[in-house]
T-cell receptor
Framework: AQKVTQAQTEISVVEKEDVTLDCVYE???????LFWYKQPPSGELVFLIR??????QNEISGRYSWNFQKSTSSFNFTITASQVVDSAVYFC???????????FGTGTSLTVIP | DVKVTQSSRYLVKRTGEKVFLECVQD?????MFWYRQDPGLGLRLIYF???????EKGDIPEGYSVSREKKERFSLILESASTNQTSMYLC?????????????FGQGTRLTVV
């Protein structure tokens, strides 16, 4: 079974629009960690954020914000006032306390149209 | 700055060749990973290593082997390359231990098997 689901395969928005990327995860561990990565056209995955399962506080970093809700097993990522440089593939990932692995979703390809 | 370096950005190999993909990290990380990325499938774990000479199979180990003789270096080996192994290969490392810290990725190797 897929541990991380990113149902949105591709999203296109016009520059300056807000966009939310969805991530739903599945785990039986009570301690786990969630991550978001950005993969620009150059190919290298860039780490954006890490959250642990005990910290449900939403986080904001500039135009980026993350909404973690344990009740719905979701860890959604919002980009406010999108820019062309935000065009990339975004991956959500899960790491469980009981293992060393990272489980990645299939990614969401975001295109920001100027 | 943390650094994960993959030996080649692009490789073209012939069917049946033995192929070595090399990855080096300079962060003294315990864990190292090899992923394969294909369109629509996201990142799939091939193998990971949590210590020198230790390895565990990931989701798609068939046709691959790995070697970790030194902490900083993790090699992926295609014993007899086939066209269905044409893909983007990503190496990553993470601190390990109980912290479940984020993984850092190399720039990727795009392998074409002809």
């Amino acid at each position: 079974a897929q541990k991380v689901t990113q149902a949105q395969t591709e999203i296109s928005v016009v520059e300056k629009e807000d966009v939310t990327l969805d991530c739903v995860y599945e785990t039986r561990d009570t301690t786990y960690y969630l991550f978001w990565y950005k993969q620009p056209p150059s190919g290298e995955l860039v780490f954006l954020i890490r959250r642990n399962s005990f910290d449900e506080q939403n986080e904001i970093s500039g135009r980026y914000s993350w909404n973690f809700q344990k009740s719905t097993s979701s860890f959604n990522f919002t980009i406010t006032a999108s820019q062309v440089v935000d065009s990339a593939v975004y991956f959500c990932a899960l790491s469980e306390r009981t293992g060393n692995q990272f489980y990645f979703g299939t990614g969401t390809s975001l295109t920001v149209i100027p | 700055d943390v650094k994960v370096t993959q030996s080649s950005r692009y490789l073209v190999k012939r069917t049946g060749e033995k192929v070595f993909l090399e990855c080096v990290q300079d962060m003294d990380h315990e864990n190292m990973f090899w992923y394969r990325q294909d369109p629509g499938l996201g990142l799939r774990l091939i193998y990971f290593s949590y210590d020198v000479k230790m390895k565990e199979k990931g989701d798609i180990p068939e046709g691959y082997s790995v070697s970790r003789e030194k902490k900083e270096r993790f090699s992926l080996i295609l014993e007899s390359a086939s066209t269905n192994q044409t893909s983007m290969y990503l190496c990553a490392s993470s601190l390990g231990g109980i912290m479940n810290t984020e993984a850092f990725f190399g720039q990727g190797t795009r392998l074409t098997v002809v």
